[in-house]
């Protein structure tokens, strides 16, 4: 499967939400979190969705 990472910047706010596919485990944790530094924000929302534990995963995070 490919990795996919998918940004939403609400334009009022400025949040910017990223969803993940593709890593396993706690792989997409530390792709997160290199974007998280990089965007200079932190992490508000850390939402697990059931795939998290599978063999791929998908996350969702806002960050600020």
């Known amino acids: 499967m490919s990795k996919i990472i998918t ?3 609400d334009p009022k706010t400025g ?3 990223s969803s993940m ?3 396993k485990g706690k792989g997409c944790h530390a792709v ?3 974007f998280t530094k990089a965007l200079g ?3 508000l929302v ?3 969705l059931p795939e998290y534990n599978s ?3 998908k996350s969702v995070c806002v960050t600020r």
Do not use: L
Request: glycine share 10%.
């Open 7 to 9: 940004f939403t910047i």
């Open 41 to 43: 924000g932190e992490t």
């Open 21 to 23: 596919a593709g890593w």
């Open 15 to 17: 949040e910017v939400e």
């Open 55 to 57: 063999t791929v995963t």
């Open 32 to 34: 997160q979190d290199a």
């Open 46 to 48: 850390d939402k697990k």
